[in-house]
């Protein structure tokens, strides 16, 4: 079993490698070609890590359906006309995880509580500062952003939660998404940003990768 987790786990970042090397030399065939074979890579990695362990069927269907969303956002983003269909496949993954973080937690969640956590107030302020300077920028988008931003922020907020009970690797990895969909955003719509592909991509590939091998080490528990 573990020869099969190195040689997946090895194969998704040697595949994100060659989509940082395709950003970095301004390769796009090496970014099109690497870039819609990351997900699938890392359901096959989750679904070996989790294989034979008492898991829950339901949390792992939300990963995977986090997964596949993500899969297609990916794909479409790389095509030119498809921003927003890559936005709402992203939104859905971000809420997939939420069901699967929350889910983990038994749904055993106080509002009185989670508001006061001061980690949780910065995750919403980060939220809230994004979207306010973004905001004059996005025109007919601000609707859309405004909802995306604050899903994604929601999704840390339930990984920093779920840390309470499993290794932090989901929260950093919920924290590098949030990195990731940030730099893209105000690459777009703010103003253009140095190594803005390797950045997005880099936290991004690190970011799934956590998130999933953190939930893998659950079911360990």
């Not at 997900?39 to 792992?60: C, D, E, Q, V």
């Not at 940030?182 to 998130?211: D, E, H, R």
Request: glycine letters at 8%.
């Amino acid at each position: 079993m573990k020869h099969k987790t190195n040689f997946w786990q090895t194969a998704y970042f040697a595949v994100g490698a060659v989509n940082l090397l395709g950003h970095l030399l301004k390769q796009p065939i090496l970014v099109q070609v690497s870039k819609p074979l990351l997900m699938p890579l890392l359901a096959i990695l989750f679904y070996i890590n989790i294989h034979g362990k008492k898991a829950s069927n339901t949390a792992i269907y939300a990963i995977i359906a986090a997964l596949a969303f993500s899969f297609v956002g990916d794909v479409a983003l790389m095509i030119e006309g498809y921003f927003m269909l890559g936005l709402g496949a992203f939104l859905l993954a971000h809420v997939s995880y939420i069901f699967a973080f929350t889910y983990l937690q038994k749904f055993h969640l106080s509002l009185g509580r989670i508001v006061l956590k001061p980690v949780v107030l910065l995750l919403f302020a980060a939220g809230i500062g994004m979207y306010t300077i973004l905001s004059p920028h996005l025109g007919a988008m601000r609707t859309a952003v405004g909802v995306y931003v604050a899903v994604i922020v929601v999704m840390a907020v339930a990984a920093y939660l779920l840390v309470q009970r499993i290794a932090g690797r989901v929260f950093v990895g919920a924290v590098l998404f949030l990195i990731s969909d940030s730099y893209l955003a105000f690459n777009k719509f703010y103003t253009p940003l140095p190594l803005a592909g390797v950045v997005v991509m880099g936290t991004y590939i690190a970011a799934q990768w956590c998130i999933t091998k953190g939930v893998s080490h659950y079911f360990y528990d």
